[in-house]
């Protein structure tokens, strides 16, 4: 059975060897090493290793950078990418420039080994709290998106016209009130109609009264 190939790329030796013996010998080897990014690039690049692991921030290329142009020029090397931060904007970052994994630093050895598995079939990874991070975030924009009112993407002009249905106004007299043609009225009408989603004049002074524009007799 053919050795995984590994390379990693960290500007501290000590975690460098931690990461090593993390490897279980009969199915990984751990083909080179380097401590900046140009080392790492160049590593990669001679050796072309089935999973390079690179340390976000190094000396000369930081990782994001190296995955980057490995991705591009060394497509069949797949990069993790090992971090202190798990908030939001450094995953993503990494995720974006082609990486498949994101590791903290901080996680157990048995994580690292862990996002290796996965990434080497191609699948993604990320340590629970950096996936955390990105659930929280989407659960907050769903939440935001729920909580979204159709009267507020009302412009001025047709929140006018709006409190002037309400008023019992014609149209005409509308377009009199407030200098616009009639055309330009019915315009503001269908405009308002679409955006609160409602199909008959009853639906749209409901929603007038019930923002405050008018007051029911």
């Known amino acids: 059975m053919k050795k995984t190939t590994v390379f990693i790329a960290d500007d501290h030796p000590v975690l460098r060897r931690g990461i090593k013996a993390i ?18 690039l160049k590593g990669i690049a001679e ?13 000369d290329l930081d990782g994001i950078a190296v995955t980057r142009r490995a991705v591009e020029e060394f497509p ?25 994994g994101y590791v903290l630093k901080d996680s157990e050895p048995g994580e690292l080994l862990k996002a ?3 990434v ?25 998106e729920q909580s979204h009112d159709p009267f507020d993407t009302l412009s001025g002009r047709e929140k006018e016209v709006l409190k002037h249905i309400a008023d019992g106004s014609t149209s005409k007299e509308i377009a009199e009130k407030l200098f616009i043609s009639l055309a330009t009225v019915k315009s503001h009408r269908n405009n308002i109609m679409k955006k609160l989603k409602v199909s008959d004049m009853a639906s749209l002074i409901k929603i007038a009264i019930r923002k405050g524009m008018v007051h029911p007799d």
């Open 76 to 100: 069949e090397t797949r990069i993790i990418i090992l971090s202190m931060h798990a908030d939001l904007s450094r995953p993503l970052e990494a995720f974006r420039a082609g990486a498949l």
């Open 47 to 59: 050796l072309r290793p089935d999973i390079a692991i690179l340390d976000i921030t190094m000396p």
């Open 23 to 40: 490897f279980p010998p009969n199915e990984y080897e751990v083909v080179g090493e380097a401590d900046n990014g140009m080392a790492a």
């Open 116 to 118: 290796v598995e996965k």
């Open 120 to 144: 080497r079939t191609g699948s993604k990874y990320a340590s629970p709290a950096v996936t955390e991070e990105i659930l929280n975030d989407f659960v907050e924009v769903i939440k935001k």
